[in-house]
């Protein structure tokens, strides 16, 4: 089905480990967008991506990488989890370039780190 | 300094009423407004937008209205159903960007309709 999946849909790990989050769309949409939702805070940008090879940081990148060498493929990294990475993290897309659109979202994914 | 602002964390509604959700934001630059609906285990979804360029975006039982003098908006279901209930995010952006499609969010308003 085409759509937007991730993966694991929960997840829980120690502090100090690395974890990765695997985010696959069918769309073929340029954009693609890592949030964090946090209660209090809403959705919280980390990073995001226009194209294979192009990202940038959001508003709260610090302790994530990402990468992009597929269109359809934006994995997110925490290289040494902390507890104050504990949250729901959630891929959107966008195949709108350059102007206001919505985004979709996948179903996100429970991060724990003890 | 949060630029998207729900300063209700909750709202309680009996079946058949009027649901209103508002929203402020700071950001003068913004000039695309989203709702977006989530339930639990669930990611969210779009439910309806609007421009600067419009006061009011009707879309079945949900309404946008939008007031960019006093940089407030707000979401209004009529008539409520319990279905309804969910947490509403407000999102913003700033359209005539390089990433007018990267959004700011608030910080979501739980809706709880009453049967």
């Known amino acids: 089905d085409a759509g937007i999946t991730q993966s694991p849909r929960y997840k829980i790990t120690e502090t100090g480990r690395q974890v990765t989050l695997m985010c696959h769309q069918t769309?073929?949409?340029?954009?693609m967008f890592w949030y964090r939702q946090d209660l209090g805070h809403g959705l919280r940008l980390i990073y995001y991506?226009?194209?294979?090879?192009?990202?940038d940081k959001g508003e709260v990148p610090d302790g994530y990488v990402v990468s992009r060498s597929k269109t359809e493929n934006f994995p997110l990294t925490l290289e040494s989890a902390t507890r104050s990475q504990t949250s729901v993290y959630f891929c959107a897309s966008s195949g709108v370039a350059g102007v206001a659109g919505e985004l979709f979202f996948g179903e996100g994914s429970r991060l724990t780190v003890l | 300094d949060q630029q998207v602002k729900q300063n209700s964390p909750s709202l309680s509604v009996q079946e058949g009423r009027i649901s209103i959700l508002n929203c402020d934001y700071t950001?003068?630059?913004?000039?695309?407004f989203l709702w977006y609906k989530k339930y639990p285990a669930e990611g969210p979804t779009f439910l309806i937008s609007i421009s600067s360029i419009k006061d009011k975006n009707e879309d079945g039982r949900f309404t946008v209205f939008l007031n960019k003098s006093a940089k407030h908006l707000s979401l209004h279901i009529v008539p409520s159903q319990p279905g309804d209930s969910a947490v509403y995010f407000c999102?913003?952006?700033?359209?005539?960007?390089?990433?007018?499609?990267?959004?700011?969010f608030g910080a979501g308003t739980i809706l709880r309709v009453k049967s």
């Open positions: 991506s226009a194209a294979a090879d192009i990202t």
């Open positions: 769309w073929s949409h340029s954009y």
């Open positions: 999102a913003a952006s700033e359209s005539n960007t390089e990433y007018g499609n990267k959004l700011v």
């Open positions: 950001n003068s630059m913004f000039d695309y």
